[in-house]
């Protein structure tokens, strides 16, 4: 009976396990950041606490420049995603152009940032694609003379984030929109004379946004804490907060360990500042959404609104399409001289050499990202069944992750990278770990985890309940029923959660670059220090090379589920 009692008084604390987990790495590198910067760490020197570390960080040049474009980049680019999907949506959900780009935008997910990043350089730099396609009507003969790329107030570098956040927020926003009871909303408020897009925006995004509002600040956090996208379109001198922190870190000068440990904080504070103006704005906006409805105003011509708010997605999706297909083409070509729109020859001899030399970040890439993203599934379904049985007796009521494990599950997406890989990589040297795979699948388990469950809560939760009940009363326990009833009927969320696991490992830089101290290079670490350099068919072919497994996970999370239910209609995916 006390083993019966203590089993049940511990069971609450199940769903708990995994973010835990999670959350652990953040507050021990956050600890292991804060010592150094009040210049406590004896390794190097270090054996008393003191604000030097702060009054150095504090006299580097142009660190107000930093901060203030970590700051506008943070703010700029969650502004602009969000209020582009909420346009859209507005404007066109229900319609073909919504159904169109649910089929078009799921794609670009498998697109890593520094893919987009070097695709959007090559269109938009001075002998891009957008410059020769104006030549001829410009007169020019060469490329302008205008910084585009790593331009000082870092707009390249926030369009980019905005080209690949944008069609991410819509596709979190897709899942979102049935649970805030869309069609009876609008039909409620076209009786009452508003136009489609006001109607939307007054009575059905709010619903949307409280459901999207985490994925929305993970947005703000990562874009005001970006590296490689960062190194590829922002500027250099000087460039954000957290490219500095970067080099201060791999600085042969290790007295500036102490400084960079400084600045993380300050990063930290930087991303908290971004978050409270955004929570501001939150608010702010809720009052002028209340003040126009109060106001009596219908807004019933919207015509050349709705034509408008198609825009902003579909240059996000545009460019990052063209900017791929530009990187092939850079990568096949010969010599191209400017305003030659297409290469006068071709060729694969970039490829041969890039193969060659990839053959191993690739594979490296490839066992990292394919034990990360299964052990995060494994995880992660432990913890959603966990708390899906903790509710099922509960009749009628909706299953859902609470506000505070959810919290812990996205705190690493919301703490900035910079801010505690630092104190991480100082505990792991401190412990005498050498740089591993297993590390490393560790490392990116920590940022992996969480986009799996954002993919597979709300399908998990979704499935009928009396199916488990049917099995019950055939005799089947809770481990048959999981792995014969519920894992078959979501075969199609679980591998799209195993893609979009495998493709946010291919993806990591920071914890990449910064635990495996350069022993383990990846595709994407590869491809990002490519960027100081000036060979464009190169960094083409490393770039979709990066883009092609998470292309080829995505792939495979679609057509696997039509194959293995091609005999059960009502399995197949829609």
Not at 278 to 306: M, N, P, S, Y
Not at 445 to 464: H, K, S
Request: with cysteine; charged share 10%; net charge positive.
């Amino acid at each position: 009976m006390t083993v019966e009692r203590n089993g049940r008084s511990l069971r609450p604390l199940v769903p708990w396990l995994v973010p835990v987990l999670l959350a652990c790495p953040v507050a021990v590198g956050l600890v292991g950041v804060v010592l150094p910067a009040f210049g406590y760490l004896p390794a190097l020197g270090g054996d008393q606490l003191s604000p030097e570390p702060f009054r150095q960080l504090f006299a580097m040049p142009g660190l107000g420049v930093s901060v203030l474009l970590s700051l506008a980049s943070g703010l700029f680019t969650t502004a602009v995603s969000t209020l582009g999907v909420a346009l859209f949506l507005a404007a066109f959900h229900g319609t073909s152009g919504d159904r169109l780009a649910r089929r078009l935008m799921a794609p670009l997910l498998a697109v890593p940032h520094a893919a987009a990043a070097f695709g959007i350089a090559f269109l938009i730099a001075p002998s891009g694609l957008v410059f020769r396609l104006l030549a001829e009507p410009l007169g020019l003969e060469r490329p302008p003379d205008l910084l585009i790329v790593g331009d000082p107030f870092g707009i390249s570098l926030m369009a980019g984030l905005v080209a690949k956040e944008m069609p991410f927020l819509l596709l979190v926003a897709f899942a979102a929109l049935p649970q805030a009871d869309p069609e009876r909303r609008m039909r409620l408020s076209a009786s009452l004379g508003y136009g489609r897009m006001a109607g939307f925006v007054l009575t059905v995004w709010p619903g949307v946004y409280r459901q999207i509002r985490l994925p929305v600040l993970a947005v703000a956090a990562y874009a005001s804490g970006v590296v490689d996208v960062a190194l590829i379109l922002g500027p250099s001198l000087p460039p954000p907060l957290a490219v500095r922190l970067v080099a201060w870190m791999n600085d042969p000068d290790l007295s500036l360990r102490f400084v960079a440990s400084a600045g993380a904080l300050l990063q930290l504070a930087v991303t908290g500042a971004v978050l409270l103006l955004w929570i501001a704005g939150e608010h702010l906006t809720g009052a002028l959404r209340r003040k126009v409805a109060a106001g009596g105003r219908r807004f019933a011509e919207d015509g050349a609104a709705r034509l408008a708010a198609s825009v902003p997605v579909a240059l996000a999706g545009a460019s990052i399409f063209f900017g791929l297909s530009w990187l092939f083409v850079w990568s096949i070509a010969g010599f191209w001289a400017f305003p030659d729109i297409l290469p006068p020859s071709a060729g694969l001899s970039t490829w041969s050499r890039v193969l060659q030399s990839a053959a191993g970040p690739m594979a490296t890439t490839f066992l990292v990202a394919i034990l990360s993203a299964s052990l995060a599934l494994v995880l992660v379904v432990f913890m959603l069944e966990a708390r899906r049985r903790q509710f099922r007796a509960a009749a009628g009521r909706a299953v859902r992750l609470s506000p505070a494990v959810a919290g812990l599950i996205y705190l690493p997406l919301i703490v900035p990278q910079i801010a505690f890989l630092f104190g991480l990589q100082v505990t792991i040297l401190s412990l005498g770990l050498d740089p591993s795979i297993l590390l490393l699948v560790a490392v990116h388990l920590v940022f992996v985890a969480p986009y799996v469950a954002l993919a597979l809560a709300d399908p998990w939760f979704a499935v009928d309940p009396r199916y488990e009940r049917i099995a019950a009363s055939l005799g089947h326990g809770a481990v048959t029923t999981l792995l014969r009833i519920r894992l078959p009927m979501l075969t199609h969320a679980v591998l799209t959660a195993l893609a979009i696991g495998f493709a946010t490992s291919v993806g990591q830089y920071l914890p990449t670059l910064l635990v495996g101290a350069g022993r383990l290079p990846t595709i994407t670490t590869e491809a990002v220090a490519l960027a100081s350099g000036g060979n464009r068919r190169v960094i083409g072919a490393y770039a979709l090379l990066q883009t092609l497994l998470p292309f080829l996970a995505f792939t495979l999370s679609g057509t696997l589920p039509r194959l293995l239910w091609r005999t059960r209609r009502a399995m197949k995916p829609a």
